[in-house]
């Protein structure tokens, strides 16, 4: 007898696929429970999240023991978490028009706001802010004192300084100079995990699935903690497409931060 139903399986296929999305928002409910909790005194998510990837906690230490854990949920942990950064590199994910990636992930606030050179006589500084303001000053020096560049900025705006007519037109010696005390002094720390190990020093560096991140464990919960957070206000703030792809990388999201909140 014919099967008279072979029809339906399209509407089946479609009802098979998992919300991700909706697992993820899930997920995020006690993690924000645990956050407004433990962190009463703060007044925003974003202070929160900082001080969560700035000292120890019940969620931080647990990223921190399966990163460096030889079991079978460390394991575990480390494949999910391989497997993220891949579906982040293969489907572009955006919070306030930056990408979310493990290549280039904000893991704190940098505490040095002033950087100076010298070369052949000639100086170099650049100072971000004096702790009431957020002016970044540039500035080319000759020995006797007398300015060759200078660039007051109202904020911290690399792309600002190297498309600056005044600056492109020094020499190139003296621009690779100001732009290494400009990167220097840059409010947050980015990080790669991708890069700065030796590859053939296996002490170097953790393995995630298919890829391999530099070991440096607090530093990776720094990161895991500020994507899962961009992941979500992405979500939140409707800048998502919520298509095909993205549900997949929710997925792997949803699967990484449900094993974390088992620890709250």
């Not at 014919?2 to 509407?11: M, V």
């Not at 696929?17 to 993690?31: E, M, Q, S, T």
């Not at 925003?44 to 000292?55: F, P």
């Not at 590199?89 to 893991?107: A, C, G, L, P």
């Amino acid at each position: 007898m014919a099967n008279l139903f072979t029809g339906h399986k399209d509407e089946w296929k479609a009802l098979a696929d998992i919300d991700y999305l909706g697992a993820f928002v899930r997920a995020y409910i006690p993690f924000n429970a645990w956050m407004n909790i433990s962190y009463p005194t703060l007044d925003t998510d974003r202070a929160k999240i900082n001080e969560i990837k700035k000292n120890p906690n019940t969620f931080r230490n647990k990223i921190c023991a399966l990163l460096d854990t030889n079991n079978q949920d460390g394991s575990r942990f480390r494949s999910m978490l391989g497997e993220l950064h891949d579906l982040l590199e293969n489907n572009h994910i955006h919070n306030q028009d930056k990408r979310i990636t493990f290549t280039s992930v904000t893991i704190g606030k940098n505490t040095q706001n002033v950087s100076e050179d010298s070369w052949r006589g000639i100086g170099f500084r650049v100072q971000y802010g004096n702790g009431a303001t957020t002016e970044t000053l540039s500035l080319i020096k000759k020995r006797d004192g007398s300015s060759i560049f200078n660039l007051r900025q109202p904020n911290y705006n690399i792309e600002e300084l190297q498309t600056n007519a005044d600056f492109l037109a020094q020499k190139n010696e003296y621009k690779n100079h100001l732009l290494n005390c400009y990167r220097n002094v840059e409010p947050f720390i980015q990080k790669n995990f991708t890069i700065g190990f030796n590859i053939s020093d296996a002490n170097s560096y953790i393995e995630c699935g298919n890829y391999k991140f530099i070991k440096e464990p607090e530093n990776i919960a720094k990161g895991i903690i500020e994507i899962i957070y961009n992941l979500r206000n992405s979500l939140f703030h409707g800048e998502l497409v919520p298509n095909k792809e993205a549900n997949q990388v929710y997925g792997a999201a949803y699967r990484i931060l449900y094993m974390l909140i088992q620890s709250l």
